[in-house]
C-alpha cells in the first residue's frame, strides 16, 4: 500500500515495534489530554487564502541562527532511536542532511555525538537535559561543539519525568543491548529495571531538579555555541529566557509528555511569539503532521518548526528511506499550502492568511 501521508507511518510502526517500545514513542503523560490537544488544536485554524497570483516560484528556503536551510521543517530530539531501527540516529542524520535541514540529537540518544558527526555533512543541534554533575553537562557540550554541532537546545520541562503510565505499565527500561551512547564511558549509559518505569527512575537520580535561570547563564559561560530555550509555554518565560540570553525559543510541551493539561503548542505560540518581539527566532515542536499545520504555525508567527514522532514510526517502518519520505511528504504539501493561499516566499506568509477560533469574530461562520 502505497504511503501517502505522515500519519499512516504510525500505525505501521505499531505493528512492527514491540509494545514497551511503541508504547514508549507515542505515549503522552497521565489522560493524554495535551496529546490529542497538540494535534487537534490545528483543526481550529481555517485558511484565508489569496488568489489569482503568480505562484509559479515558490521559495521555501530560510535560515536558522545563521545556517540557511531548504525548508521551516526541522528534526526534533527523539531519545533511544535504535529501538525503532538498527540505525537509529545515523538514518535520522543521513534523512536530515539528505533534505537540507537540521537534525537535532536527543542527549539519550543510542548514538554518540561523534558517531552522529561521522555520517557526513549536515547542520545538527544537540539537545541538553542537565545532570546533577555539573562535570558531566560540560563534558558532554564540549564533546558535542567538538563534533561540530552548532547549538545547544536547552530542555527546560523536565525537572522530573511527567507521569507516562504506558511506560509505568511496560515496566519500560532501555532493552539490553542498547546504550544511552553520549554517557557510556561516564557509567550513566545504562537503565536500571524498575518497578515502575525505569527510565523516571534513571531522571529522579541523575536529572537536576534545581535548574534554573542561572543555569542557563552558566551554560554560556562554558559554551559558545547558541542556546535555545525549549519548553517555554508563556509570556512571561518567553521574556525571561531573552533577558537570560537564549538566542532563540522553542515552543514545546515535550510532545504532551510532562504536564497534561498544558495548551497545544499551536495554542501557546502566539503569546510567546508577541512577548519575544523579533528579539529572538520562536519555534513550535508539537502535533505537526501536515504542510497545513506548518503554514499554520508561520502564520502565528514561528521561525520554523520541528518533528519528532514521526521521524521515529518512519524510521521504524522504512528506516532512513522512512524518514526521507516523511520529510520530502511535508515539504510537498507545505509547498502546495503556499501555493494555494498566494504566498511566494515564507515572508509572506502573514496573520492574515489564516484565522483561528480564539479571534475576535470576522465575517467567518463559527468554527
Not at 57 to 79: E, H, N, Y
Not at 295 to 300: D, I, T
Request: net charge positive.
Amino acid at each position: 500500500m502505497e504511503i501517502t501521508n505522515v500519519m499512516e507511518y504510525e500505525e505501521i510502526a505499531r505493528q512492527k515495534l514491540p509494545k514497551m517500545v511503541f508504547d514508549y514513542y507515542a505515549s503522552g503523560a497521565e489522560d493524554q489530554w495535551t496529546l490529542k490537544e497538540n494535534r487537534n488544536a490545528f483543526s481550529r485554524i481555517l485558511f484565508r487564502p489569496r488568489i489569482l497570483i503568480d505562484v509559479s516560484k515558490i521559495d521555501m528556503t530560510t535560515s536558522v541562527l545563521g545556517f540557511k536551510i531548504s525548508m521551516p521543517i526541522m528534526i526534533a530530539p527523539t531519545a533511544m532511536q535504535k529501538m525503532a531501527h538498527p540505525e537509529g540516529e545515523y538514518a535520522t542524520a543521513r534523512a536530515a542532511s539528505a533534505a537540507g535541514t537540521i537534525m537535532t540529537l536527543s542527549s539519550w540518544a543510542t548514538s554518540s555525538v561523534e558517531e552522529v558527526a561521522s555520517t557526513g555533512p549536515g547542520i545538527r543541534f544537540f539537545q541538553l537535559y542537565v545532570y546533577k554533575d555539573r562535570n558531566v553537562v560540560a563534558q558532554l557540550v564540549r564533546r558535542a561543539e567538538r563534533a561540530g554541532f552548532k547549538a545547544i537546545a536547552l530542555t527546560v520541562d523536565t525537572p522530573r519525568l511527567g507521569r507516562r503510565e504506558a511506560d509505568i505499565k511496560n515496566r519500560f527500561t532501555l532493552p539490553p543491548f542498547l546504550t544511552l551512547k553520549n554517557f557510556e564511558g561516564l557509567d550513566l549509559g545504562k537503565m536500571d529495571k524498575a518497578d515502575d518505569s525505569g527510565l523516571a527512575s534513571y531522571v529522579a537520580g541523575q536529572i537536576d531538579r534545581t535548574l534554573s535561570w542561572k543555569d542557563v547563564k552558566w551554560l554560556q559561560t562554558i559554551t559558545s555555541l547558541p542556546i535555545l530555550v525549549k519548553g517555554v509555554l508563556t509570556a512571561e518565560d518567553a521574556r525571561l529566557a531573552i533577558q537570560n540570553g537564549a538566542a532563540g525559543i522553542i515552543v514545546s510541551n515535550h510532545g504532551a509528555r510532562q504536564l497534561d493539561y498544558v495548551p497545544a503548542t499551536i495554542m501557546a505560540l502566539e503569546e510567546v511569539v508577541k512577548a519575544a518581539q523579533g528579539r529572538v527566532p520562536v519555534f513550535l515542536d508539537g502535533g505537526v503532521r501536515r504542510g497545513t499545520d506548518v503554514f499554520k504555525a508561520l502564520a502565528l508567527g514561528a521561525s520554523g518548526i520541528f518533528i519528532g514522532r514521526p521521524v521515529v514510526f518512519s524510521l521504524a517502518a522504512e528506516g532512513e528511506a522512512g524518514i526521507r519520505k516523511v520529510l520530502q511528504m511535508l515539504r510537498d504539501e507545505f509547498e502546495l499550502t503556499m501555493a494555494l493561499s498566494g504566498c511566494r516566499s515564507l515572508r509572506e506568509i502573514t496573520r492574515n492568511h489564516i484565522v483561528t477560533d480564539w479571534d475576535v469574530p470576522r465575517l467567518v461562520p463559527r468554527l
